[in-house]
């Protein structure tokens, strides 16, 4: 059976006019011109409420990490919609970081998955793979200052190996006014029901 959280989709498997704004297998340049391929696994959201009713892990739900505004491109503003697989992984790191804090963690708008159509999507942004997300306040502290920004950071490269936290400021990779959090430029292909099946008679 498939365990995935929602319909496993692959890039063929996309519609036309979604693969050109999602741009599966395709590359991005990094800040410093590294190639850097974009997913090609996609879970399928088909609403506002099953993306709320969806938890990924015990303290964060699939719309947690999906809000977006008007400047996502339009096709990816309705439903149905798709998020890169590794989004699983992200949620997961998240909840590491939320059981170090043991208090709530709010995640901006805009502030997880962001298409590669995002209007804020500059360069290849680890946004768009699904595995970043900015954080705006931890229980009732709000992340504009330094000391807390630090605070926070160091938990969180503490609890979540290999993430990478932005440094605070205001210069380009840094931020502040509010937590950068993310592992990186993660493809996940997850085995779906016709993986498995093939598998075991291949075994």
């Known amino acids: ?92 790191g998240l909840e590491l970081f939320r059981l170090a804090v043991d208090t709530y963690v709010y995640v901006a708008a805009n502030g997880g998955y962001r298409s590669p159509g995002h209007a804020l999507s500059r360069n290849a942004s680890r946004h768009c793979w699904g595995t970043a997300a900015n954080i705006y306040r931890i229980g009732d502290t709000y992340l504009d200052s330094r000391e807390e920004i630090e605070k926070y950071a160091a938990i969180a490269r503490e609890a979540i190996p290999g993430a990478w936290v932005r440094r605070f400021g205001q210069e380009d990779g840094e931020a502040d006014d509010h937590l950068h959090i993310d592992i990186g430029y993660t493809v996940f292909d997850p085995v779906d029901a016709r993986d498995a099946d093939t598998s075991r008679e291949a075994g």
């Open 1 to 92: 059976m498939n365990t995935l959280p929602l319909p496993l989709v692959h890039a063929a498997d996309l519609p036309r006019e979604l693969r050109s704004v999602l741009r599966p297998g395709e590359t991005l340049r990094d800040g410093r011109g590294v190639t850097r391929v974009l997913p090609s696994s996609f879970l399928r959201v088909d609403s506002w409420s099953q993306a709320r009713e969806t938890a990924l892990t015990p303290h964060f739900t699939l719309s947690e990490l999906i809000g977006v505004d008007v400047r996502e491109a339009p096709l990816l503003r309705s439903f149905p919609r798709y998020v890169p697989c590794a989004v699983l992984l992200l949620a997961a």
